[in-house]
């Protein structure tokens, strides 16, 4: 072989080996998770529940319990969200509880996020939500829009005591079971804040 050739081949060995370098930890990828491995990761990176494809939240005009009007509600702002009658129980008050601390604990990105009471029937237990629930945002569903609204949420939102999370376009994406662990969906928030330019 003369020398040209030589080298070329050569030339050839290395330029397979750099491209078996760069493609062998695809096609172990590859086959791990769609093959015969059948590799799956444990967990995810959350604690709430992803909602897929997220749900897009109409855009309706609420009243709140003095009549006051609020049009778009969920626009501008990371939004957690709880939906339940207005006598608001004890497991209302808690998920309330839940919401005002978790957004509290953001600190500074804490104007960010916004707690909303949808509520049904007659509200509110005015000196409750006056000394405990200062800017929680108090919006009625007895009415078309509100009932199109709650038609939005994955059934039945009314019953379920989950906590809602909509990004700052008014997509419902995630929700959070009753008796939910505060520190995990704390977690989850300053996850989505610090990767988010919205809200």
């Known amino acids: 072989m003369t020398e040209a ?7 050839r060995r290395q330029l397979l080996l750099i491209a078996l370098l760069f493609l062998l930890p695809v096609a172990l990828a590859f086959y ?3 093959g015969h491995g059948n590799w799956r990761p444990a967990d995810t990176t959350n604690h709430g529940e992803l909602i897929l494809p997220p749900r897009a939240l109409p855009a309706v005009t609420l009243r709140g319990p003095t009549g006051s009007a609020s049009e778009r509600p969920f626009d501008n702002a990371w939004s957690l969200i ?3 009658d207005g006598s608001c129980d004890a497991r209302c008050r808690e998920a309330l509880y839940v919401m005002r601390q ?3 604990a953001l600190n500074r990105d804490s104007d960010r996020v916004q707690r909303v009471f949808l509520y049904r029937g007659d509200c509110c237990d005015e000196p409750y ?3 405990q629930q200062q800017g929680l945002i108090r919006l009625n569903l007895d009415s078309d829009v509100g009932g199109r609204l709650l038609r939005a949420f994955p059934a039945p939102a009314a019953e379920s005591g989950r ?3 909509a990004d700052p376009h008014g997509n419902l994406m995630m ?4 008796g ?3 520190g995990g969906m704390l977690a989850d928030l300053k996850r989505l804040l610090k990767l988010s330019h919205i809200g």
């Open 5 to 11: 050739g030589s080298t070329k081949s050569r030339q």
């Open 32 to 34: 791990l998770y769609y």
């Open 82 to 84: 709880y939906v339940g």
């Open 102 to 104: 978790v957004r509290l």
């Open 129 to 131: 939500f006056s000394q």
């Open 163 to 165: 906590i809602w999370l």
């Open 175 to 178: 929700s959070y079971p009753s």
């Open 180 to 182: 939910v662990d505060a």
